[in-house]
């Protein structure tokens, strides 16, 4: 009878003890061992907007990530946040395409290492094959034009700048002009298509068409091919796919004749002075300080379902910013719509903004570490992106 007693006892303590342990205190708050702060309970009282609920900063120089959990009646919503002060001279910002080129597609986080970036994020758009859907300029070189249909990301000595942007491109020789012309484009259509070596090592064009072979600004050759022609490596290759456009080349383009490539830029609001680097966006998210975010967008469809989401801006102290938000796993995040987006930047002092690519793509790398939770388990294949790098 004795023993039964002192295993009753022992069993009450035991219990008590458990109980005790498994408790909160009242009133304190509670740090698990990772050091971020849980969130607290959602107020029934609350709307549909998110509530602020776990903050995770992470301050570092030169730039900033933090991580940060807002609680909404629907779950989480998990965004990340990387501040890049341009103005402090000690990082830069670049796009960088995958492999080098413009086609194709590479993990985040090789473009990363092979760029020794301090930081990386996924970029904008592309065509099925990797070819960028808009303008990339890079290392004084244009990849590829303004389209004019998407807001363009500028990266100056000193800031950053978006706009609205349309680009002309047009050759001359010998007094004559020759436009329009398609700008290291993936040839669909009948015209005029300029290829330089950021393209590839050929027009990748299998049917008829006429080239001009252009080698250190004189046109070399002239040449009927049915098949890809090779892009010199010290000029540039003009191909005429069409009978009219082949008529055009013809008249324009003579061996031995000196041959020049121009641009010409336009912006709205007006960019002044020279930019560094240049990355067409996705759809406008705000715009001097307003949310205008439209309910589709031509790349990604409708903006109203909640998605993982990443997204680029400029706050109104010239910070750069960008925001990576985790979707599609309601523990862990429940992602975002694009006007939800606009206002959680807006929330951000952001008084310029622009979408990039989202869904399996969303993904930002601080150091060699992948910050976020691609929404597919596992880094997905990209063709572009931004990178943070020390400055020399």
Not at 346 to 354: G, N, T
Request: aromatic fraction near 8%.
């Amino acid at each position: 009878m004795k023993n039964r007693w002192i295993n009753f006892f022992g069993l009450m303590i035991l219990t008590i003890a458990v109980l005790w342990l498994s408790c909160p205190f009242g009133g304190s708050d509670r740090e698990p061992s990772d050091g971020h702060f849980l969130s607290p309970a959602p107020s029934p009282a609350q709307s549909g907007s998110p509530v602020p609920a776990q903050e995770t900063p992470d301050p570092g120089e030169p730039f900033r990530y933090e991580k940060q959990v807002l609680e909404t009646p629907d779950g989480p919503m998990t965004m990340h946040w990387l501040e890049v002060d341009l103005k402090n001279g000690q990082v830069g910002v670049k796009p960088v395409t995958s492999h080098r080129t413009l086609f194709g597609y590479e993990y985040l986080s090789v473009m990363a290492k092979n760029t020794n970036a301090l930081a990386a994020v996924n970029g904008g758009f592309s065509h099925p094959n990797g070819l960028p859907g808009g303008m990339i300029y890079a290392n004084k070189t244009l990849k590829t034009p303004a389209s004019g249909r998407f807001p363009v990301l500028f990266i100056l000595d000193d800031g950053a700048f978006l706009a609205d942007a349309s680009q002309r491109i047009w050759l001359e020789s010998g007094g004559k002009t020759l436009e329009p012309v398609f700008y290291n484009q993936y040839s669909t259509y009948g015209g005029i298509y300029v290829f330089t070596p950021i393209y590839g090592s050929t027009d990748r064009i299998e049917k008829p068409h006429l080239c001009a072979i252009v080698r250190e600004g004189r046109i070399a050759e002239l040449r009927s091919a049915e098949e890809p022609v090779a892009i010199p490596s010290d000029g540039l290759l003009i191909s005429a796919v069409g009978a009219e456009a082949e008529k055009r080349l013809r008249d324009f383009a003579a061996v031995g004749r000196e041959v020049s490539l121009n641009t010409h830029l336009d912006t709205t609001p007006l960019l002044e002075g020279e930019y560094v680097s240049a990355y067409e966006c996705g759809s406008w998210l705000v715009r001097d300080g307003v949310n205008v975010c439209p309910d589709s967008d031509a790349w990604v469809g409708t903006l109203l379902t909640r998605a993982p989401r990443t997204a680029v801006g400029i706050k109104s102290d010239g910070t750069l910013l960008f925001v990576v938000v985790d979707g599609r796993n309601r523990e862990i995040s429940i992602g975002a719509t694009g006007p939800e987006l606009a206002d959680l930047l807006i929330d951000r002092d952001v008084v310029q903004a622009a979408m990039l690519d989202g869904g399996a793509s969303s993904e930002l790398i601080i150091g060699d570490t992948i910050v976020n939770q691609p929404s597919a388990g596992r880094e997905r294949l990209i063709a572009s992106c931004f990178v943070v790098f020390r400055a020399e």
